[in-house]
Protein backbone atom coordinates (compact mmCIF):
# COMPACT_ATOMS: atom_id res chain seq x y z
CA UNK A 1 0.00 0.00 0.00
CA UNK A 2 0.92 3.63 -0.87
CA UNK A 3 0.22 4.70 2.40
CA UNK A 4 -1.83 7.83 3.29
CA UNK A 5 -1.20 10.41 0.32
CA UNK A 6 -1.98 14.11 1.01
CA UNK A 7 -2.00 16.85 -1.62
CA UNK A 8 -0.32 19.18 -1.96
CA UNK A 9 2.49 19.14 -0.30
CA UNK A 10 3.50 22.48 -0.31
CA UNK A 11 0.69 25.70 -0.68
CA UNK A 12 1.09 29.62 -0.25
CA UNK A 13 -1.54 31.33 -0.69
CA UNK A 14 -2.57 34.75 0.08
CA UNK A 15 -5.28 35.72 3.30
CA UNK A 16 -8.70 35.28 1.95
CA UNK A 17 -8.66 32.95 -0.48
CA UNK A 18 -9.91 29.43 -0.13
CA UNK A 19 -7.54 26.68 0.40
CA UNK A 20 -8.13 22.89 -0.34
CA UNK A 21 -6.19 20.07 1.27
CA UNK A 22 -6.90 16.68 -0.36
CA UNK A 23 -5.64 13.47 1.73
CA UNK A 24 -6.41 9.67 0.51
CA UNK A 25 -6.70 7.30 3.56
CA UNK A 26 -5.00 3.67 3.74
CA UNK A 27 -7.38 1.34 1.98
CA UNK A 28 -9.27 -0.84 4.35
CA UNK A 29 -9.04 1.63 7.55
CA UNK A 30 -12.26 2.94 8.17
CA UNK A 31 -11.19 6.21 10.87
CA UNK A 32 -9.62 9.34 9.46
CA UNK A 33 -8.44 12.23 11.01
CA UNK A 34 -6.97 15.34 10.16
CA UNK A 35 -4.22 16.44 12.82
CA UNK A 36 -2.89 20.59 12.53
CA UNK A 37 1.04 20.61 14.07
CA UNK A 38 1.80 24.43 14.73
CA UNK A 39 5.19 25.18 17.07
CA UNK A 40 2.49 26.95 19.55
CA UNK A 41 0.35 24.08 19.90
CA UNK A 42 2.03 21.22 18.96
CA UNK A 43 0.03 18.27 17.01
CA UNK A 44 -3.46 18.63 17.63
CA UNK A 45 -7.08 16.99 16.37
CA UNK A 46 -8.96 19.15 13.97
CA UNK A 47 -11.64 16.41 12.99
CA UNK A 48 -12.44 12.71 12.93
CA UNK A 49 -14.36 10.40 10.80
CA UNK A 50 -15.05 6.95 11.23
CA UNK A 51 -17.25 5.15 8.34
CA UNK A 52 -17.60 8.53 6.34
CA UNK A 53 -18.84 10.09 9.20
CA UNK A 54 -17.97 13.28 11.03
CA UNK A 55 -17.55 11.88 14.88
CA UNK A 56 -15.92 15.29 16.34
CA UNK A 57 -15.10 18.05 14.89
CA UNK A 58 -14.75 19.97 17.86
CA UNK A 59 -11.04 20.60 16.90
CA UNK A 60 -12.03 22.24 13.87
CA UNK A 61 -10.79 26.33 15.21
CA UNK A 62 -13.92 27.79 13.52
CA UNK A 63 -16.64 28.23 10.98
CA UNK A 64 -13.93 28.82 8.33
CA UNK A 65 -12.43 25.36 8.85
CA UNK A 66 -14.90 22.87 6.65
CA UNK A 67 -14.43 18.82 6.12
CA UNK A 68 -15.65 16.66 4.60
CA UNK A 69 -15.00 12.63 3.28
CA UNK A 70 -17.77 11.53 0.50
CA UNK A 71 -16.24 8.05 0.39
CA UNK A 72 -14.10 6.38 1.98
CA UNK A 73 -11.15 6.79 0.20
CA UNK A 74 -11.14 10.45 -0.23
CA UNK A 75 -11.53 13.67 2.23
CA UNK A 76 -10.97 17.56 2.09
CA UNK A 77 -9.80 20.07 4.46
CA UNK A 78 -11.15 23.61 3.46
CA UNK A 79 -10.38 26.81 5.03
CA UNK A 80 -12.43 29.45 3.45
CA UNK A 81 -10.82 32.25 3.88
CA UNK A 82 -7.31 31.78 4.67
CA UNK A 83 -5.72 34.06 7.54
CA UNK A 84 -2.02 34.13 7.83
CA UNK A 85 -3.01 32.54 11.49
CA UNK A 86 -3.70 29.26 9.65
CA UNK A 87 -0.06 28.91 8.66
CA UNK A 88 0.49 25.00 9.63
CA UNK A 89 1.44 21.47 8.63
CA UNK A 90 -1.74 19.89 7.96
CA UNK A 91 -1.54 16.23 8.60
CA UNK A 92 -3.93 13.35 7.18
CA UNK A 93 -3.96 10.16 9.48
CA UNK A 94 -5.98 7.27 8.97
CA UNK A 95 -6.26 3.81 11.16
CA UNK A 96 -8.59 0.41 11.34
CA UNK A 97 -10.73 0.55 14.39
CA UNK A 98 -11.93 -3.02 14.70
CA UNK A 99 -8.55 -3.90 17.29
CA UNK A 100 -5.78 -2.84 16.61
CA UNK A 101 -6.12 1.24 16.26
CA UNK A 102 -2.37 1.71 14.81
CA UNK A 103 -2.47 5.44 13.25
CA UNK A 104 -0.20 6.54 9.94
CA UNK A 105 0.32 9.37 8.87
CA UNK A 106 0.24 11.52 5.25
CA UNK A 107 3.67 13.65 4.39
CA UNK A 108 1.45 16.65 5.77
CA UNK A 109 0.81 20.04 3.64
CA UNK A 110 2.72 22.75 4.63
CA UNK A 111 0.11 25.83 4.31
CA UNK A 112 1.96 29.43 4.35
CA UNK A 113 -1.02 32.57 4.10
CA UNK A 114 0.64 35.55 3.52
CA UNK B 1 -8.50 15.37 28.65
CA UNK B 2 -5.17 13.17 29.20
CA UNK B 3 -1.98 14.57 29.58
CA UNK B 4 1.16 13.31 27.94
CA UNK B 5 4.60 14.33 29.14
CA UNK B 6 8.01 13.64 27.22
CA UNK B 7 11.21 14.15 28.66
CA UNK B 8 13.82 15.19 28.11
CA UNK B 9 12.41 17.90 25.75
CA UNK B 10 16.16 17.99 24.42
CA UNK B 11 18.92 15.51 23.41
CA UNK B 12 22.42 15.95 21.93
CA UNK B 13 24.73 13.13 21.56
CA UNK B 14 28.08 11.83 20.06
CA UNK B 15 27.27 9.15 17.14
CA UNK B 16 27.15 5.47 18.53
CA UNK B 17 26.38 6.32 21.86
CA UNK B 18 22.74 5.18 23.41
CA UNK B 19 19.70 6.85 24.98
CA UNK B 20 16.38 6.38 26.70
CA UNK B 21 13.22 8.37 25.97
CA UNK B 22 10.33 9.03 28.42
CA UNK B 23 6.81 9.52 27.84
CA UNK B 24 4.58 9.54 31.03
CA UNK B 25 0.15 9.44 30.54
CA UNK B 26 -2.38 10.61 33.13
CA UNK B 27 -4.73 8.02 32.42
CA UNK B 28 -5.70 4.69 31.38
CA UNK B 29 -5.07 4.23 27.53
CA UNK B 30 -5.94 1.43 24.17
CA UNK B 31 -2.99 2.56 21.97
CA UNK B 32 0.50 4.35 23.00
CA UNK B 33 2.56 4.81 19.51
CA UNK B 34 5.79 6.64 19.36
CA UNK B 35 6.47 8.28 16.34
CA UNK B 36 9.63 9.84 14.44
CA UNK B 37 9.31 13.21 13.11
CA UNK B 38 12.55 13.54 10.57
CA UNK B 39 14.18 16.49 9.44
CA UNK B 40 11.39 16.40 6.38
CA UNK B 41 8.61 16.63 9.12
CA UNK B 42 7.11 13.19 8.17
CA UNK B 43 5.98 11.38 10.89
CA UNK B 44 7.36 7.52 11.37
CA UNK B 45 6.00 5.23 12.75
CA UNK B 46 8.17 3.33 14.75
CA UNK B 47 6.46 1.24 17.53
CA UNK B 48 2.79 0.61 18.54
CA UNK B 49 3.20 -0.53 22.17
CA UNK B 50 0.22 0.15 23.79
CA UNK B 51 1.66 -2.82 26.85
CA UNK B 52 5.13 -4.82 26.67
CA UNK B 53 8.32 -4.32 25.12
CA UNK B 54 9.20 -4.51 21.48
CA UNK B 55 12.45 -4.42 19.39
CA UNK B 56 13.16 -3.15 15.95
CA UNK B 57 16.84 -3.27 15.25
CA UNK B 58 18.50 -1.02 17.35
CA UNK B 59 15.07 0.57 18.47
CA UNK B 60 13.30 -1.01 21.31
CA UNK B 61 10.55 0.41 23.57
CA UNK B 62 8.85 -0.76 26.41
CA UNK B 63 5.36 0.20 27.94
CA UNK B 64 4.52 -0.18 31.90
CA UNK B 65 0.67 0.63 31.17
CA UNK B 66 -0.21 0.26 34.88
CA UNK B 67 2.09 2.40 35.54
CA UNK B 68 1.46 4.56 33.32
CA UNK B 69 4.82 5.30 31.10
CA UNK B 70 6.75 3.97 28.22
CA UNK B 71 10.36 4.39 27.33
CA UNK B 72 12.15 4.17 23.91
CA UNK B 73 15.56 2.75 23.65
CA UNK B 74 17.80 3.96 21.03
CA UNK B 75 21.42 2.54 20.98
CA UNK B 76 24.17 3.22 19.06
CA UNK B 77 22.93 6.09 17.67
CA UNK B 78 23.13 7.74 13.86
CA UNK B 79 22.93 11.03 12.44
CA UNK B 80 19.85 9.99 10.79
CA UNK B 81 17.91 9.21 13.97
CA UNK B 82 18.17 13.11 14.43
CA UNK B 83 14.51 14.64 14.39
CA UNK B 84 11.81 15.22 17.03
CA UNK B 85 10.60 11.93 19.20
CA UNK B 86 6.83 11.38 19.77
CA UNK B 87 4.52 9.87 22.13
CA UNK B 88 1.15 9.50 21.40
CA UNK B 89 -1.72 7.84 23.46
CA UNK B 90 -5.09 7.07 22.77
CA UNK B 91 -6.97 7.01 26.23
CA UNK B 92 -9.47 4.14 26.95
CA UNK B 93 -12.00 6.03 28.21
CA UNK B 94 -14.41 8.82 26.65
CA UNK B 95 -13.40 10.02 23.29
CA UNK B 96 -11.29 6.94 23.22
CA UNK B 97 -10.35 7.08 19.33
CA UNK B 98 -8.30 10.18 19.06
CA UNK B 99 -4.20 10.45 19.48
CA UNK B 100 -2.92 12.60 22.09
CA UNK B 101 0.52 13.95 21.39
CA UNK B 102 3.12 14.72 23.58
CA UNK B 103 5.80 17.91 23.00
CA UNK B 104 8.32 15.68 21.79
CA UNK B 105 11.98 15.31 22.34
CA UNK B 106 14.26 16.79 20.13
CA UNK B 107 17.47 14.81 19.28
CA UNK B 108 20.57 15.92 17.93
CA UNK B 109 23.04 13.22 16.97
CA UNK B 110 26.45 14.95 15.91
CA UNK B 111 29.17 12.75 13.74
Known sequence: DAGVIQSPR????????????????????????????????????????NNNVPIDDSGMPEDRFSAKMPNASFSTLKIQPSEPRDSAVYFCASSFTGGRTEAFFGQGTRLTVV | ????????????????????????????????????QNPWGQLINLFYIPSGTKQNGRLSATTVATERYSLLY?????????????????????SNYKLTFGKGTLLTVNP
Not at chain 1, 13 to 42: A, D
Not at chain 2, 18 to 36: A, E, G, K
Open chain 2, 1 to 36: GIQVEQSPPDLILQEGANSTLRCNFSDSVNNLQWFH
Open chain 2, 74 to 94: ISSSQTTDSGVYFCAVENSGG
Open chain 1, 10 to 49: HEVTEMGQEVTLRCKPISGHNSLFWYRQTMMRGLELLIYF
